[in-house]
């Protein structure tokens, strides 16, 4: 089942940036059944392209696999490879999304980009693959409107 996995159970270095990072997967354990699988990055961080200064987001993305499961250490290391990473909010969280889907081809993929304010305003960016399919329990993303998070 893991037998492709290149990071799983090694010490991996940090890629430098998304296009260097590996995003992996691994056969779905119940194929055939609908499920959401929801993965919850608190503390991720890109950079302003135009300042070269940090911005932090929490971002929730949630799908219901088909085929395929992301490997969530390699999940971890490409969300983290957009730490030196130029590029505007909704550009992060389009380029994640669209990366997830080429490599999962998910039944359905959602993502919530909740960026913290700089200049005094958050940003928040969504997108989904389309309606979610009909069965499956699809929460809350529990990201509250922004009131001072953290």
């Keep these: 089942m893991t037998g492709e996995l290149t990071q799983l159970g090694q010490a991996t270095k940090m890629p430098g940036s998304p296009e260097q990072a590996l995003l992996e997967r691994v056969a779905a354990p119940a194929a055939g059944q609908r499920y959401l699988v929801r993965f ?13 200064q940090p911005d932090f987001a929490h971002i929730v993305i949630d799908y219901v696999p088909d085929a395929w499961i992301v490997e969530s250490k390699s999940l971890k290391l490409y969300l983290a490879s957009f730490r030196n990473h130029g590029a505007f909010h909704e550009a992060c969280t389009l380029q994640i999304a669209g990366a997830l889907v080429a490599l999962l081809a998910p039944t359905w993929l959602r993502i919530g980009a909740y960026f913290y304010p700089r200049g005094g305003m958050p940003i928040d960016v969504f997108w989904q693959t389309g309606a979610p399919p009909e069965g499956v329990w699809v929460p809350d993303q529990g990201v509250p409107p922004y009131r001072g998070r953290g």
């Design 40 to 52: 919850t990055a608190p503390e991720f961080t890109a950079l302003c392209p135009i300042t070269g």
